[in-house]
């Protein structure tokens, strides 16, 4: 592809597809983000003054801008990052989880019908609309099973309920009008330059400073881990060879429970840092009360991206974990200045 949209690329997920897309990709790419509390151009850095990157600032709901960067640029696809993603913050705020994942995903996805039907036949024909959804459209799985791609939507939170109005309106506008609709449901992600609201960062940032380490009830939920970097590849395998039409699920093959995850924080922050001035942090694990709706297990089944795309995750959870920590010490000002508004790294979704 030539050129792209990337909605949401200052967040997590999406700034690392900036990043990896740009270092590996010879197409240029823009960047349309909104830039709120997760979205934080300190992650971009690298790519800042990239003679095939522009970053626009804006809301994917804002129909007349969105128009003109389509209109502008041309792409040849457009990818949609841009998601409001933390579970416990949909539980106290889900009006807002509605208006960018439902609302704001329905005006792009019309913006691109606009689009898509005003190009050439052969431009068409090659262009695509990825829609990045979550596994956690499809609820709680019991203690066997894996999601696959033709797992019923049974939401749990405002968080996932929203994300599956999106998912359904991306495969309604595939059915209706033809649009080439592409989905990816992923697994939990972790890795470097995550908002630390999320299980891992928090962790690892709590370990570091000695404060508690909050697990939720008896922490035996089980997520199925991948890598942001392995995600991106996956984003970018269905992108250039997914069919119209088509959904995949993007998994690590790496069942972990919640207490196990932040086990392995503590070992590997006791292990890289030594000096810390605390006990041993195992002994900061505090279980707290449960979050409300908290789904029990996922696990996904990603043979369909592997068969068909040739997708694998590259990153074992191990590495994956040390080198996380480490890039969490080692970029103290990074979180410094992200967490510098209100959030607190308090407790969140008690409803």
């Not at 697994?187 to 404060?211: D, H, T, V, W």
């Not at 922490?219 to 997914?242: F, K, M, N, P, Y």
Request: with cysteine; aromatic share 10%; proline share 6%.
């Amino acid at each position: 592809m030539q050129t792209i949209l990337v909605t949401g690329g200052a967040g997590f997920i999406g700034s690392c597809l900036v990043r990896q897309w740009l270092a590996e990709e010879p197409g240029r790419l823009v960047n349309l983000d909104k830039l709120t509390y997760a979205g934080n151009l300190d992650s971009l850095a690298d790519v800042a003054g990239h003679p095939r990157y522009v970053f626009v600032e804006g809301d994917i709901g804002d129909r007349a801008l969105v128009d003109r960067l389509l209109r502008e640029h041309q792409p040849d696809g457009v990818v949609n990052c841009a998601s409001e993603s933390h579970v416990d913050r949909s539980i106290d705020r889900p009006a807002e989880f509605v208006q960018t994942n439902v609302v704001g995903t329905f005006a792009m996805i019309e913006a691109c019908r606009g689009y898509h039907a005003g190009l050439a036949p052969d431009r068409r024909e090659a262009f695509r609309f990825l829609h990045v959804s979550t596994d956690e459209v499809y609820g709680s799985l019991g203690p066997e099973g894996k999601f696959t791609e033709a797992t019923p939507y049974a939401p749990n939170s405002p968080y996932s309920a929203s994300k599956a109005a999106a998912d359904h309106f991306a495969r309604a506008y595939f059915r209706t009008y033809g649009l080439p609709v592409l989905v990816t449901h992923s697994s939990n992600n972790y890795g470097p330059y995550q908002f630390p609201e999320k299980l891992i960062p928090l962790m690892i940032l709590n370990a570091i400073e000695g404060r508690p380490l909050p697990v939720y009830g008896d922490g035996r939920q089980v997520r199925d881990w991948l890598h942001v970097e392995d995600h991106c590849r996956a984003i970018r395998a269905v992108l250039s060879g997914g069919e119209p039409g088509d959904a995949f699920n993007v998994g690590g093959d790496c069942q972990r429970t919640n207490l196990d995850v932040v086990r392995m924080i503590c070992q590997t922050v006791d292990r890289l840092r030594p000096d810390l001035a605390h006990v041993p942090c195992e002994s900061l694990i505090r279980f707290v009360a449960d979050r409300p709706g908290h789904d029990r297990r996922y696990a996904i089944d990603a043979g369909k991206i592997r068969s068909r795309l040739g997708w694998t995750p590259r990153v074992d959870f191990a590495s994956g974990i040390e080198q996380t920590v480490r890039w969490y010490l080692d970029n103290s000002e990074w979180v410094r200045r992200v967490t510098s508004g209100r959030y607190r790294r308090e407790r969140l979704g008690l409803g």
